[in-house]
């Protein structure tokens, strides 16, 4: 399983039934899906950058899960289809395996060396 960050914007003036409704239904795809939920954690409301439908504030919320693919397609459409979501953003964080380094060896080295072999 792959592990996965999920951010969402919320519209600011949503009550509290309405945004414990939202977080449930996240909670909800990412266990039918057979996910490891991690933590859900309300970052609560703060200014956007641009108004996103005349809203000048959204209450954002972080979400972190490991799971497949699917998963994720699924909670970004139920996400989508929710018009209470203002924007959201999945991202995969598993960690890359660590790419080979070559070593290069400096400029003058390799002159040198190469001097040495054509005499």
């Known amino acids: 399983m792959r592990k996965y ?25 990412v266990a039918s899906y057979k996910g490891d939920f991690h933590r859900l954690d309300d970052w609560g409301a703060r200014k956007l950058a641009y108004q996103i439908r005349k809203f000048p504030r959204g209450r954002y919320f972080y979400l972190r899960f490991d799971g ?11 996400l989508r289809l929710d018009e209470k979501v203002l924007r959201y953003l999945s991202v995969n964080i ?6 080979k380094v070559v070593e290069r060896k400096p400029a003058a080295e390799t002159t040198e060396a190469a001097e040495t072999a054509a005499d």
């Open 5 to 29: 960050e999920t951010i969402f914007i919320l519209q600011p003036d949503l009550g509290e039934d309405d945004v414990k409704l939202i977080t449930d239904k996240v909670q909800d795809v």
């Open 68 to 78: 497949e693919a699917a998963l994720v397609a699924e909670l970004e459409r139920r």
């Open 94 to 99: 598993t960690d890359e395996p660590e790419k």
